[in-house]
């Protein structure tokens, strides 16, 4: 069974900086694109980053691009989003997801509960 | 990026009933890689369709997906009591990945 667990969800203040973590296990992750994915309290999903299996190949949303870093740890089949320079919009529940094995280009399959990340001075 | 429209924002239906919902896009999503997602309160978003009309496993067959282009739907045949939640849809063709802003389906 696919599991992805995230971990590293906190208050942090504004210009302050958290690292997320997702676990995962179920499937060989190495061998998987992954994703984080937020959510802000009643808001619909904002894609943020992907990177993909060998972690050398990241994209980010325009709203994240220079203050987040995706990273993975093939050996410890673990995905990492560092997040500095935080900001009040930032304020959102975030999950990480597997990308779907199907050839080319491929949407989310699997997604974990999230972590709750909360940016308030 | 792709700026996703999706309509109606929510759809009153009754169980049995017909749903269909909208997703509109600002610019043509290459190769229809469009998804669509089922997310229930409190719960992970679950993928439905991908690649605008391929049902992913374990998706029942009374949800289908069709369009290309800009313009694309998600139909529910027949809704189901577990049917009732809210849809998004996603573009994964272009990066950066983009999502609708949701379709509630609630009962009526």
């Known amino acids: 069974e696919v599991q992805l667990l995230e971990a590293g969800g906190d208050l942090a203040q504004p210009g302050g900086s958290l690292r997320l973590s997702c676990a995962a296990s179920?499937?060989?992750?190495?061998?998987?694109?992954m994703s984080w994915v937020r959510q802000a309290p009643g808001k619909g999903l904002e894609w943020v980053s992907i990177?993909?299996?060998?972690?050398?190949?990241?994209y980010y949303a325009d709203s994240v691009k220079g203050r987040f870093t995706i990273s993975r740890d093939n050996s410890k089949n673990t995905l990492y989003l560092q997040m500095n320079s935080l900001r009040a919009e930032d304020t959102a529940l975030y999950s990480c997801?597997?990308?779907?094995?199907?050839?080319?280009?491929?949407?989310?399959?699997?997604w974990g509960r999230g972590t709750p990340v909360t940016v308030s001075s | 990026e792709i700026v996703l429209t999706q309509s109606p924002g929510t759809l009153s239906l009754s169980p049995g009933e017909r749903a269909t919902l909208s997703c509109r896009a600002s610019?043509?999503?290459?190769?229809?890689?469009l998804a669509w997602y089922q997310q229930k309160p409190g719960q992970a978003p679950r993928l439905l369709i991908y690649g605008a009309s391929s049902r992913a496993t374990g998706i029942p067959d009374r949800f289908s997906g069709s369009g290309s282009g800009t313009d694309f739907t998600l139909t529910i045949s027949r809704l189901e009591p577990e049917d009732f939640a809210v849809y998004h849809c996603?573009?994964?063709?272009?990066?950066?990945?983009?999502f609708g802003q949701g379709t509630k389906v609630e009962i009526k």
């Open positions: 179920g499937f060989t992750f190495g061998t998987y694109a």
């Open positions: 996603q573009q994964y063709g272009s990066p950066p990945r983009t």
């Open positions: 997801a597997r990308v779907q094995d199907c050839g080319g280009a491929c949407p989310e399959d699997y």
């Open positions: 990177t993909n299996s060998g972690g050398d190949r990241t």
């Open positions: 610019q043509s999503v290459s190769g229809r890689h």
